[in-house]
Structures are given as C-alpha cells and as structure tokens.
Nanobody
Framework: QVQLVESGGGLVQPGGSLRLSCAASGSIFGMNMGWYRQAPGKQRELVAS???????DYAASVLGRFTISRDNAKNMVYLQMNSLKPEDTAVYYC?????????WGQGTQVTVSS
C-alpha cells in the first residue's frame, strides 16, 4: 500500500502561484499519478495526470497554467499552479493508481481570493 500526503495549499491572490506536493510512503514507480480537485457543491474532477512513463494530460480549464511532474527517486508528485483564478479554489487531492489498486491522499485546501 502507498499512503499519500498532500501539502503546499493555502490562500493566494488571483494571478498568484502555488506548488502542491504529494509525498508517497512507498515507491510510485510504475504508478499513474493524478491531481484532482473538489469545490464546494461540485463533483471531484481531474486536474492533471502523469503516467508511469511521464505522459501528461490536463483539464482544459488549467491547460497552460498548471504543470504536473513526478520524481520517482523521491516518491513525489508535484503540481505547479500559475495564474491562479478564484475558480481554482478547491480541495486538491493526489491519487495513485496501478491496475486495480487506487490510493487517495487527504487533500489540501487551495483558496484563491483577494
């Protein structure tokens, strides 16, 4: 099993940046990783994903502003978020998946407000 712990959330003004980190308790080698978010009253949605081979995919709403990356040696996944907007406000979750196995972190709050 892999336990995931997110960090890096907080309050930021519109146009600002944040870098989220996801620390895994074990190896993420071979795992597909993703960042999801859930705003109040809305369903959880995929923000960005990165395969075990490094192929990335992004939601249309964050394309060009967010960048997902991974460091298998450190068992870490990152989400660099630039040009933040109020609509990016949500709890952000890290997800790990390999075949049938799925693990979620507890989430980190991101609030974009002036």
């Amino acid at each position: 099993q892999v336990q995931l712990v997110e960090s890096g959330g907080g309050l930021v003004q519109p146009g600002g940046s944040l870098r989220l980190s996801c620390a895994a308790s074990g190896s993420i080698f071979g795992m597909n990783m993703g960042w999801y978010r859930q705003a109040p009253g809305k369903q959880r949605e995929l923000v960005a994903s990165i395969t075990s081979g490094g192929i990335t995919d992004y939601a249309a709403s964050v394309l060009g502003r967010f960048t997902i990356s991974r460091d298998n040696a450190k068992n870490m996944v990152y989400l660099q978020m630039n040009s933040l907007k109020p609509e990016d406000t949500a709890v952000y979750y890290c997800k790990a998946r390999i075949t049938w196995y799925v693990s979620w972190g507890q989430g980190t709050q991101v609030t974009v407000s002036s």
